[in-house]
């Protein structure tokens, strides 16, 4: 028989205002001791360097963190320009130095070749594999790391502050899988000089914004107070931009057993209207999550049964 896991049924979102020095891993273990949570995940990571929104999953909410991570981000960095490091950010060792620091009419100039889709190459310490293997875990190692250019999106890039010579700030709205340290390390190389992050911190992650966070230190001082579960949110929090489609008693049934729900009788017609073909949706009954589902050929087909 399975070994059942130790904690509560807790079911929800948990905004974070993640602090420095810290890995998301251990962030998500300090939340789930924190709550006496059976299952917490996080919906994207953030390195030791940087601070801010870390979005928690507890319970039945982990099935949604796939629709979290794949939600727009928004950072704040720092780069410093005339040093490259072997990590891209102020961790790692000086690997190159320059004497250009750039105007700020130049690196406005060069920031319209950094927006929209562009081609980034992941830093050497990522959690990019290779061959199965983490291309940090293979930097450290002192083994070759070639990692390949990949697309990624980049929404708005903004300088908004030059407080001197060696340092700029910028805002970066973008999708999915893109570095601020990796670009850092293209703005540099493109103006002519050399630079890595210094300050990082994420603001949004999908509808999860840094208005919405607490930091572990609140979390602590609440103890298991009923204010402690008054910061979880609901999971149909990180599933805003999938459309909602009601069950009656009978498909509510079929689907919270794995069961296909078929639609092809002729009064569904105006139920089917806004889906299309493949499309997700937000299963509900009673206006209550009951089931991530795909819409296929006149048929809703569950994906993942939330348990609540």
Known sequence: MARRKSGEPING??????????????????VRRLFNA?????????????????PIALGEATKTVCYAMDGAKRYRFTLRWGQETGTDDADGPVVEESPHRPSIAEIEAVLPAFRGVIAQTPPVFS??????RRAYDLARNKETVALEPRRVRIDALELVDRPDRDHATFLVGCGKGAYMRALARDLGQALGTCAHVVALRRTAVGPFDEDMAISLESLAALGHTPALMEQMLPIETALDDIPAFALSEAETRRLRCGQTVSLMARV?????????????????AAGQLVALARYEAGEVHPVRVINQ
């Open 268 to 284: 569904h017609r105006d139920r089917l209207r806004d889906l299309s073909q493949g499309s997700i949706v937000r299963a509900t």
């Open 38 to 54: 059976r299952k917490a995940g996080h919906g994207g990571t953030l390195d030791p360097l940087a601070s801010g929104v870390l």
């Open 13 to 30: 979102w948990l905004v974070l205002d993640k602090p420095l020095a810290v890995t998301s891993t251990q962030a998500v273990s300090r």
């Open 127 to 132: 959690a990019v594999k290779i061959a199965g």
